[in-house]
């Protein structure tokens, strides 16, 4: 069957059971944006490229399935580069599509012609520029077996518009469909490792029997995996606590009396000091990012690492592990699982770690997560909204941050019982990321409440997507905490530049944030005292036709605790001044 490249790019979509693509048309896209038309693919305008993109990875992160976005040439692939990246940095599965000046007139800068192939090499993980429309459907297909395998991540195709363009001859080709296997021979030098190698395994598990004072670092590759049962059941079964790093959270749910919570530069307490005091680090799916190492020759000195990662560049690049092990999460945590039953049926016991348990309770009890009420005429305590938020929600409430201060206290305050339920930007850490992330798991999850929690900063940055939301009937629900200032940097200026207040200060009266919503197609409400938080929550809740959002009046005073400053060592951690001095 004889089809145009246009034609056969949105097929491809379609046998790859795409139901939604994310994304704004341009001329040299414009030949894939027509058979859209009768295609049962949902196309959703964005209002800006970047939109897009971070609508495809909220779409991601909650379904599992890979974001598609699709938008032209030039600037429309400029302005999706920070969501390539984000993605990038958390392994979040994601195709984008990019139209391309004709193959003819490409280093002829030609019209909204750029180097998107050079300009996005480094992040994604894998593009290509298709230059004959007889490939389209096998790279459609590779994009998505490389986006959804092995470490997960983006991929690009860049595509001319001539070999698109049905009044182009050089559009047509014979319709084919590669099977998995033609696929697979396709992509020679890509052989992901999945299980973990039997030596390796035997060794962590004996490793694990031995240990006095274990800690089990959970990362984002937990949830990537689709490992949380598996780790679940390796925790119980070994009664060892769980630290769920930021893109964990969910992974372990955090009502489980193993569970220690967020460790890192905002982690509480506990969580942080349990791993410097650990004498082994069960490593599951965790690059050993610097903001959960602090100074990383002083992070956890006594402890053995066993490292588990599909990436086997991740091993060794930042802390030498003790037993490597390449493989997927889930399956290898299962392996993990028989080696250490076989271990224990062979007569092995477990030493007596009563002493680590109490001393890990005594943490829990002497530094909580805390913070003071508001005093009558205070403004609002941007830790007590989200507890309000959290306590007047579903417990499988989907959440999507943006970064900054918010962003650390949601991860805090928040309990996350069910996976997929955290979204937000880690790595990257994207400032106005929430709006469109949002926008996407709630397409993806149209049966979960969507709840955004923003600040003011990130929320101007890409505020403009509520309209996308409003136009396409998507309730999602916002809640800024708006405390006027770029809140995160104001702390570091306050705590480390002696109070020299920089370029942070933004208006908390400009823009009218309940006007700009309703101008944007939103319910717009704003809160300022304590007793008016829970009604507007409810009144939010009840609203499902259309987008609302709460502009919080929150005190700018307020500082993230814990913290541990920039270069320091997790011993240094910062605690609320109310606990007093000291730490462990």
């Known amino acids: 069957m004889k089809i145009d490249g246009g034609r056969a790019l949105i097929k491809a979509l379609e046998m790859e059971g795409v139901e939604t693509i994310f994304g704004l048309p341009g001329g040299a896209i414009l030949p894939v944006y027509d058979p859209i038309i009768d295609s049962p693919i949902r196309h959703i305008l964005v209002r800006h490229e970047q939109g897009a993109g971070h609508m495809a990875e909220g779409f991601a992160h909650v379904t599992g399935k890979p974001g598609v976005c699709m938008v032209t040439s030039g600037p429309a692939a400029t302005n999706v580069v920070t969501p390539l990246c984000d993605a990038y940095m958390d392994s979040v599965p994601m195709v984008c599509i990019t139209g391309q000046v004709p193959f003819s007139a490409i280093g002829t800068d030609a019209f909204q012609e750029c180097d998107t192939i050079g300009i996005t090499r480094s992040v994604t993980k894998h593009n290509e520029l298709i230059t004959e429309a007889q490939d389209i459907p096998l790279r459609v297909r590779q994009a998505f077996h490389l986006a959804t395998t092995g470490r997960p991540g983006p991929v690009l195709l860049d595509v001319p518009k001539d070999i698109v363009d049905p009044k182009n001859p050089r559009s047509q080709l014979e319709w084919y469909w590669p099977t998995d296997d033609e696929v697979i021979a396709s992509l020679p030098g890509y052989r992901p490792t999945t299980k973990g190698h039997p030596k390796m395994i035997r060794q962590a598990a004996e490793l694990i029997v031995r240990a006095e004072r274990p800690i089990i670092y959970a990362g ?31 992974a372990f749910p955090d009502d489980h009396p193993l569970a220690l919570g967020m460790p890192g530069m905002h982690g509480n307490y506990t969580a942080v000091t349990s791993m410097q005091r650990s004498d082994l680090l069960i490593a599951l ?215 020299r ?63 541990v400053p920039a270069g320091m060592s997790n011993d240094d951690i910062v605690v609320d001044p109310a606990h007093g001095e000291g730490g462990r």
Not at 225 to 247: F, G, N, P, S
Not at 548 to 553: G, L, P, Q, S, T
């Open 220 to 250: 984002g590759g937990i949830l990537k995996a689709r490992a949380a049962e598996a780790l679940r059941e390796l925790a119980e079964l070994c009664d060892i606590h769980v630290v769920t790093t930021l893109m964990a959270r969910g």
């Open 285 to 499: 799916g965790t690059r050993f990012d610097d903001r959960v190492t602090g100074k990383v020759d002083a992070f956890a000195p006594e402890a053995k690492v066993i490292h588990v990662d599909i990436d086997p560049a991740e091993l060794g690049k930042v802390r030498q592990p003790d037993v490597p092990i390449v493989g997927d999460c889930r399956l290898v945590i299962e392996e993990l699982v028989a080696a250490v039953r076989d271990l224990l049926e062979g007569g092995a016991t477990f030493p007596d770690r009563s002493e680590w348990k109490q001393r890990i309770s005594g943490w829990q009890e002497r530094y909580p997560l805390t913070y003071e009420q508001s005093e009558p005429g205070d403004p609002l305590k941007p830790q007590f909204v989200l507890e309000r938020l959290r306590d007047n929600t579903p417990d499988d409430t989907i959440v999507v941050s943006g970064v900054g201060q918010h962003q650390m206290w949601t991860s805090q305050y928040w309990r996350f019982n069910h996976p997929y339920t955290w979204v937000n930007s880690g790595g990257l850490g994207t400032m106005g990321f929430a709006v469109p992330a949002a926008i996407g798991a709630k397409v993806g999850r149209p049966d979960r409440m969507v709840w955004a929690v923003d600040g003011d900063g990130c929320f101007q940055m890409t505020a403009q997507e509520l309209v996308t939301a409003a136009s396409e009937r998507i309730p999602i629900k916002v809640a800024i905490l708006n405390n006027a200032y770029l809140g995160m940097v104001r702390q570091w200026q306050e705590m480390f530049y002696d109070e």
């Open 501 to 563: 207040y920089s370029e942070v200060y933004l208006s908390p009266d400009l823009p009218d944030y309940k006007l700009w919503a309703e101008a944007m197609g939103c319910v717009g409400m704003r809160v300022e005292s304590p007793d008016e938080v829970d009604a507007a929550i409810q009144k939010a809740n009840e609203i499902d036709d259309r987008p609302v959002v709460i502009d919080f009046r929150t005190d700018s005073r307020e500082k993230v605790y814990p913290m």
